[in-house]
């Protein structure tokens, strides 16, 4: 069994920052790809950044220079620095991971739950 945790979710000022957390937990062997994706009320869901398990980064044109993605693997977690918010980055942020368990053997995509970031004065 396989969990993945966001957390740092929160109201925030425009400018304001956040730093959002999503740890892996279970029989994890190991972690690939890590992505957190977005979805705003009455939009599809979107990928925002991704990591890969060197660290190379990738990040929506949309928050680069704004945002940054890292992750600890001793820990199992990423981590999604975000500065000078906007309201329009107000979503619904979510954690994905490619991981790899004892049990499976095979490289299968799982999902957090979500955790809300609303950007408003």
């Known amino acids: 069994q396989v969990q993945l945790v966001e957390s740092g979710g929160g109201l925030v000022q425009p400018g304001g920052s956040l730093r959002l957390s999503c740890a892996a937990s279970g029989t994890i062997f190991t972690i690939g790809l890590m992505n957190w994706y977005r979805q705003a009320p009455g939009s599809q869901r979107e990928l925002v950044a991704s990591?890969?398990?060197?660290?190379?980064?990738n990040l929506d044109d949309a928050v680069k220079g704004r945002f940054s993605i890292s992750r600890d693997n001793a820990k199992n977690t990423v981590y999604l620095q975000m500065n000078s918010l906007k309201p329009e980055d107000t979503a619904i942020y979510y954690c994905n991971a490619d991981l790899v368990t004892y049990s499976d053997g095979r490289y299968r995509y799982y999902w957090g739950q979500g955790t809300q970031v609303t950007v408003s004065s």
């Open positions: 990591i890969d398990r060197s660290g190379f980064t």
